[in-house]
Structure formats: structure tokens, C-alpha cells
């Protein structure tokens, strides 16, 4: 099986700018999840998702937005970019309520 | 805020048995033991979990203690590509607490 793949690895971004990360999950796998980590704040959760719903959201602001399509791949949104924006952002994929996790290798986001 | 404690850091020699402990001792009955491993810049990788046995796999084995109040990940033949930051999490099936709460981990370096 193919692993969780994450669409761009590397990304340049001018603050102010909007940018949108994709993610596709190990097939079969229902459940998709995002996290950011950045060297002073470690691993964050960001929002998780199943089948298409938005099951639950860390405390990141509104800026910070995804969405989950009918063959569950994931995209997150982050607008009106902001320095401290800069990190490794990160999807997993499980395949139910009590499976393990399996993350993506992330999408590196630079904001200038 | 992650419910485990680990030590920062550990080194081992390469060829030997890795220890690497961690204390959950607000655990939960229903709340497994999961450990993942970060390498430099990659997503992390699911490593093992457990519930209240012990549980080995191809690279590791788990060691949870009868009051389940700490655990030890253990890998038996540590190589240089074992060096990683070791993330020890306790988890909930279902519900909001799917989401995976990373703390700092232990970071291992791995000695020729």
C-alpha cells in the first residue's frame, strides 16, 4: 500500500498570501487528521476529519481551515499567512476510531 | 498538555538493547500506550501501542506495568538509524480524544 502522501513538500509563501495543502491518505483509511510543528511549540493538533465531517478542532484561529472530500482526501487552508505560520505541517491517516495513525513525510511552509 | 513524562534524552550504544521509559500515571482504563519516532525533518512513524500487555512487533516490544502507570519501549538491537526523538502518548478510542498529544519526547542517539 501506498503511504499517506502530502502535496507540496516545500513552499514559499509572502505574509498576507493564502495557501492550500493537500493530503491523501492511505486508501481505505477514513480518518484524516492535521497537525503543525514548529520548533518552539512542538507537535499541535490542528482538526481532524471522517467521512467528509469535521470531527474535531485544536486551538489554532479561524485562519486555519480544511476539509475533507468524498474519497477522503484531505486539504487545509491557512489565509492572510502570518511568520509565525512557518513550519512543517503534517497529515496522518487511520483507518478507524481505535487504529493507529500513519503520518504523511509533511509539507515544509516557509512565510516570508 | 501531553499526560506522559520522558526523559530528554538517552544515548545507546549501537548493537545494544535501547530502554527508553516513560510515566503515564494519570492514565486511564480505557487509554492505550501508543509510541511514535521522529527522524530529522520526516513525519513520525508508528512504532507500537498497548493496552495492558505486553506487545512486541518487528521492531519493537512494549512493556506496560500492572499498574499501568509507566511502560518502556524497547529496542533490541538499537542501530544508528534508530537515532530519533521517541514520543511516548496515551490515547482514548473515539471521541475527541483521538487526536494524538505529542510532548517533547526523548530524543536518542544512537553511538557506533
Known amino acids: 500500500k501506498a503511504g499517506v502522501t502530502q502535496t507540496p513538500r516545500y513552499l514559499i509563501k509572502t505574509r498576507g498570501q493564502q495557501v492550500t495543502l493537500s493530503c491523501s491518505p492511505i486508501s481505505g483509511h477514513r480518518s484524516v487528521s492535521w497537525y503543525q510543528q514548529t520548533p518552539g511549540q512542538g507537535l499541535q493538533f490542528l482538526f481532524e476529519?471522517?467521512?467528509?465531517?469535521?470531527?474535531n478542532k485544536g486551538n489554532f484561529p479561524g485562519r486555519f481551515s480544511g476539509r475533507q472530500f468524498s474519497n477522503s482526501r484531505s486539504e487545509m487552508n491557512v489565509s492572510t499567512l502570518e511568520l509565525g505560520d512557518s513550519a512543517l505541517y503534517l497529515c496522518?491517516?487511520?483507518?478507524?476510531?481505535?487504529?493507529?495513525?500513519?503520518f504523511g513525510q509533511g509539507t515544509r511552509l516557509t512565510v516570508v | 498538555d501531553a499526560k506522559t513524562t520522558q526523559p530528554p534524552s538517552m544515548d545507546c550504544a549501537e548493537g545494544r538493547a535501547a530502554n527508553l521509559p516513560c510515566n503515564h500515571s494519570t492514565i486511564s482504563g480505557n487509554e492505550y500506550v501508543y509510541w511514535y519516532r521522529q527522524i530529522h525533518s520526516q513525519g513520525p512513524q508508528y512504532i507500537i501501542h498497548g493496552l495492558k500487555n505486553n506487545e512486541t512487533n518487528e521492531m519493537a516490544s512494549l512493556i506496560i506495568t500492572e499498574d499501568r502507570k509507566s511502560s518502556t519501549l524497547i529496542l533490541p538491537h538499537a542501530t544508528l538509524r534508530d537515532t530519533a526523538v521517541y514520543y511516548c502518548?496515551?490515547?482514548?478510542?473515539?471521541?475527541?480524544?483521538?487526536?494524538?498529544?505529542f510532548g517533547k519526547g526523548t530524543k536518542l542517539s544512537v553511538k557506533p
Open positions: 502518548i496515551v490515547r482514548a478510542p473515539g471521541g475527541s480524544q483521538r487526536n494524538l498529544i
Open positions: 476529519y471522517f467521512s467528509e465531517t469535521q470531527r
Open positions: 496522518a491517516s487511520s483507518e478507524g476510531v481505535r487504529a493507529e495513525a500513519f
